[in-house]
């Protein structure tokens, strides 16, 4: 059960996410949760560092592609200045999101990877989806209302998947190692 929640990667940020790293394990597609992954939960206009991040990839012909549970509004209100497609309402940890986004922009499973700061959601949707994972340290500390009970549950998820598998650590980037 426990292995439901197993990152690919875990790697400390998404700007850590290089288009030579992701290029080099076949990545065509990003798919990124919003909250506390991509911007932070409670300011979204985002960071110069998210800005040249998104430029890189998009240079490089990565896509970037936002899956969220939030509502059109939100999202339609976060992704704008970024100019992002994205999937609200996703549901995860429900697998709908995920190949939604699959079928939308075409993209096979092989070719893309999600990003997401929580086990419980986001690893879960794209272990389920057959899709690889990097989780990620959350941007703040602190969580909107209702994500706090999953990070209480998370860490009891966490400590289990270390006693488990102990190779799983924090990586600088996507070449230190794979914990699949």
């Known amino acids: 059960m426990v292995s439901g929640f197993k990152p690919t990667w875990m790697v400390t940020n998404i700007y850590d996410l290089t288009p030579a790293q992701l290029k ?4 065509k597609a990003v798919l990124t949760d919003l909250d506390n992954t991509l911007i932070a939960w409670n300011n979204p206009d985002g960071t110069p560092e998210l800005r ?6 998009e ?3 990565i896509q970037v ?4 549970n939030n509502s059109r509004e939100r999202v339609d209100r976060a992704v704008a200045p970024f100019d992002l497609p994205y999937i609200h309402r996703a549901l995860k940890p429900l697998t709908w999101g995920m190949k939604r986004a699959l079928r939308r922009w075409h993209l096979q499973k092989s070719e893309v990877v999600m990003v997401g700061d929580q086990l419980l959601t986001d690893i879960w949707a794209a272990n389920h989806s057959r899709i690889r994972s990097v989780l990620v340290r959350p ?10 009970g999953n990070r209480l549950l998370e860490k009891g998820v966490m400590w289990e998947l270390r006693r488990r598998y102990p190779e799983l650590t924090w990586q600088e980037d996507l070449n230190e190692r794979t914990t699949h």
């Open 24 to 27: 080099a394990n076949g990545i």
């Open 52 to 57: 040249h991040w998104l430029t890189l990839l």
């Open 59 to 61: 240079l490089a012909g």
């Open 65 to 68: 592609i936002v899956v969220s």
């Open 139 to 148: 941007i703040l500390k602190s969580d909107a209302w209702i994500t706090k």
